[in-house]
């Protein structure tokens, strides 16, 4: 069965740092996703990406947030200088249209800002 | 206002018993409605989805949810639960022409005790 992968599993950073969050989505799959989940919360939208650009933004995916599709299977998350609330399980997923009625998320990253 | 509500943040049940998981959303347009799985210490597992047609739908670990937009619901059921079954359930709504994010509930956990 296909599926979405992400790397790393489990990151520690030093506030301020740089951090970028990898997945590589399913092959035929063309909208992309990140959401996010702090702890004992809900699952949060962050973003979305369709043909190299933002689909759509949520208010939490500020200027500190960049998406990127480096190349024809990676699509990443970067975020440049880490506070100790951007500490969560961040998820990719995929979808093959955009009525999302198949997405796929990936394990997840935990990131943690020390 | 588009919403999804799970009114129960956290149900403890007996093995063997029946289980009802709320959830109910908000919504001015047609919907889709998802219901995920998480197990301890991994990633978000599609449970069963409604999309149209017949109002339940099953997973193939006994699991049911109806649709009711009457009431706006989209409640997940299970008849006799297992211990396996512990883990925190998400309700996800995917609103018509607003794109293709997914907007979670807040999440069930689900605690089977023998």
């Known amino acids: 069965e296909p599926e979405v992968t992400q790397t790393p599993s489990h990151q520690v950073t030093q506030m301020g740092q740089e951090v970028i969050l990898r997945c590589v989505p399913i092959?035929?799959?063309?909208?992309f996703y990140w959401y996010r989940q702090i702890l004992g919360q809900k699952v949060e939208f962050l973003v979305s990406?369709?043909?190299?650009?933002?689909?759509?933004k949520s208010e939490i995916f500020d200027d500190q947030f960049s998406v990127e599709r480096p190349d024809g299977s990676n699509f990443t998350l970067k975020i440049r200088s880490t506070k100790l609330e951007d500490s969560a399980m961040y998820f990719c997923?995929?979808?093959?249209?955009?009525?999302?009625?198949?997405?796929?998320f990936g394990q997840g990253t935990r990131l943690t800002v020390v | 206002a588009q919403s999804v509500t799970q009114l129960d943040s956290q149900v403890p049940v007996f093995e063997e018993a029946p289980v009802e998981l709320r959830c109910n959303y908000s919504?001015?347009?047609?919907?889709?409605l998802f219901w995920y799985v998480q197990y301890p210490n991994q990633g978000l597992q599609l449970l069963l989805k409604?999309?149209?047609?017949?109002?339940l739908v099953e997973s193939i670990n006994g699991f049911e949810a109806e649709f009711n937009k009457s009431q706006t619901s989209f409640h997940l059921r299970k008849p006799s639960v297992h211990i396996s079954d512990t883990a925190e359930y998400f309700c996800?709504?995917?609103?018509?022409?607003?794109?293709?994010?997914?907007?979670f509930g807040q999440g069930t956990e689900l605690s089977v005790k023998p």
């Open positions: 092959s035929n799959h063309l909208y």
């Open positions: 997923a995929s979808t093959r249209t955009v009525m999302n009625t198949e997405a796929f």
């Open positions: 409604y999309l149209s047609g017949s109002t």
């Open positions: 919504s001015s347009v047609s919907v889709y």
């Open positions: 990406f369709y043909n190299n650009e933002i689909s759509e």
């Open positions: 996800a709504v995917l609103f018509y022409n607003q794109g293709g994010k997914l907007i």
